[in-house]
């Protein structure tokens, strides 16, 4: 690679993507108009396209022996570029699958349709996770284009990543000479923002899962027969209220048992990060903010385990009044976990639990659905020093450490399989309402992000070869 003089990279960097602007939004607003959705088989062809597209931008950077893998789900898109078997490895991941946009009616313009305002992209996507893979792809154009490419790259996108990655295990398992690497790289977590750019340092790990009460054998007449039967929805509310006690902690018989706390230095550093719970508040609009006695908003969100609701059905939703006594009742219900937790043994203790708190008259299902082990990331490693080296000089600022409350199950995995440890390189925000309507991706973000990843490279070659 050219010799540069320090800051004259970054400079160099600035150029391009200031020249190349135009066109690298366009490019991911191609990307942003497919409706990847991989939890809703009607969009199984666009999901198939989005990952035929992303192969051809690969080629098109001008990544080597690029090829869409086929998997029991959606394909796994992967492309490389060795330059030196000596240096240093990258494996970049992203997912290039995306949620579902309802409540459709929400949006201020439509999901698929990427729009600008307020210097904002907003799309299904824009930021989870298509914006910030993108970069990456960009990134590697710029390397390549410039001759500035220190080390060798290889690049995993997959399309099931907000469907739990079922496929991906065996994938991995399969492929591990292909996946081989010093580290992994992934843009799909958050900053606290472009002023106070920080580097998140953990993922809970989920336990999903749903629940069904049945009562009577079909929908009764509330009139006829309330009083007399049990009511599913009221069992089932009562069943989950009775989950958290007056402090918020969880009520699960051996809920906390793995949970390791923090040292006081671990909180410490944790609550010095900038933030303020009144602010917080407002953005969301409640006027009081919930959650475990005796934590932290950071704390509860990063390093606490948690059970919520994510969806609650039964009896009659549509318009008007119906008077109707349901047969059944149902939730959707995520536990989010910390090391060292795991998926399958709080999920065994969430169904013997929630089975054995079932009044008699009714009866309960507990069906699994997915689940991730939680991660902590290194902070010593020469990988995470170059992530801190590249923020610090594409921003001004070093970074400020956090712990993130999302899930990406698949770090874990690629410890346990590859051996390889993460850095979670995210520019997203918080407030870019992933998974929600008017989900957005800012665009000075997204060129932050192509202009800090060729320095992360960067610096993890020098100090990959310094030790
Ligand atoms: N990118 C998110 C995870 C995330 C978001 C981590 C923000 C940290 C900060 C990812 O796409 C995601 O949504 N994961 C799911 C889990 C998956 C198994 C459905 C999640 O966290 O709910
Ligand atoms: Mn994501
Ligand atoms: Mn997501």
Known sequence: MPIFAKNRFMQFIKNYVEQHKQRLLDELFVLLRFPSISADPRYKEDVFKTADFVAQKLKDAGADNVEVVTTGGYPVVYG????????????????????????????????????????????????????????????????????????????????????????LAPFVIENKDRLKADVVLISDTAMLSLETPSLETGLRGLSYLEVEITGPNRDLHSGVYGGAVANPATILCQMIASLHDKNNHILIPNFYDDVLSLSEEERELLNSAPYDDEEYKKDLGVSELWGEKGYTTFERTGTRPTLEVNGIWGGYIGEGAKTVLPSKASAKISMRLVPNQSSEKITALFKTHFEKIAPAGVTVKVTPHHGGEPVVTPTDSVAFKAAQKAIEESFGKSPVITRGGGSIPIVALFEKELGIKTVLLGFGLDSDNLHSPNEKYDLANYYKGIETIPLFHKYFAELSSAT
């Open 80 to 167: 490389e570029k060795i330059i030196d078997s000596s240096q240093p490895t990258i494996l970049v991941y992203g997912h290039y699958d995306v949620q579902p946009p309802d409540p459709l009616e929400l949006w201020e313009t439509p999901p698929f349709e990427p729009t600008i305002r307020d210097g904002k992209i907003f799309a299904r996507g824009a930021c989870d996770d298509k914006g910030q893979f993108y970069m990456h792809i960009k990134a590697f154009e710029l390397m390549l284009q410039t001759n500035s490419l220190p080390c060798n790259v290889k690049f995993m996108i997959e399309g099931e990543e907000e469907v739990g990655s079922d496929n």
